[in-house]
């Protein structure tokens, strides 16, 4: 069973960058796809990228497009997604998630996800 925890969020000024970590254990993380999601307060959990096992694949939601970046490293069992020119409507807490569903493919969605993070909370505020 695959367990993956988040770190890197907190509170940072419009137009300021973060880095979020995700890092797996009990399972091969290059088995899976993994996606970054969020969820801000009284609003559903918003899919932003998802990068396929090997890295060679990698997708955007147009509201993260050109800002964020989703990369990982299977030799750490690590996945990161690099926040940039963070905006106040970013604030939210943000999970990562590995699914066995390629990412990219028509089956990719937030319900196929197998496994979750707990999240770490984003604030972008001045």
């Known amino acids: 069973q695959l367990q993956l925890v988040e770190s890197g969020g907190g509170l940072v000024q419009p137009g300021g960058s973060l880095r979020l970590s995700c890092v797996a254990s009990?399972?091969?993380?290059?088995?899976?796809?993994i996606g970054w999601f969020r969820q801000a307060p009284g609003k559903g959990r918003e899919g932003l990228a998802c990068?396929?096992?090997?890295?060679?694949?990698?997708m955007y939601a147009d509201s993260v497009k050109g800002r964020f970046t989703i990369s990982r490293d299977n030799s750490k069992n690590m996945a990161y997604l690099q926040m940039n020119v963070l905006k106040p409507e970013d604030t939210a807490d943000y999970y990562c998630?590995?699914?066995?569903?390629?990412?990219?493919?028509?089956?990719?969605?937030?319900?196929?996800?197998?496994?979750w993070g707990k999240g770490t909370l984003v604030t972008v505020a001045s």
């Open positions: 990068i396929s096992g090997q890295g060679g694949t990698a």
């Open positions: 998630a590995a699914s066995m569903v390629l990412c990219g493919s028509s089956a990719w969605s937030r319900d196929a996800m197998d496994y």
């Open positions: 009990g399972d091969t993380l290059s088995y899976y796809s």
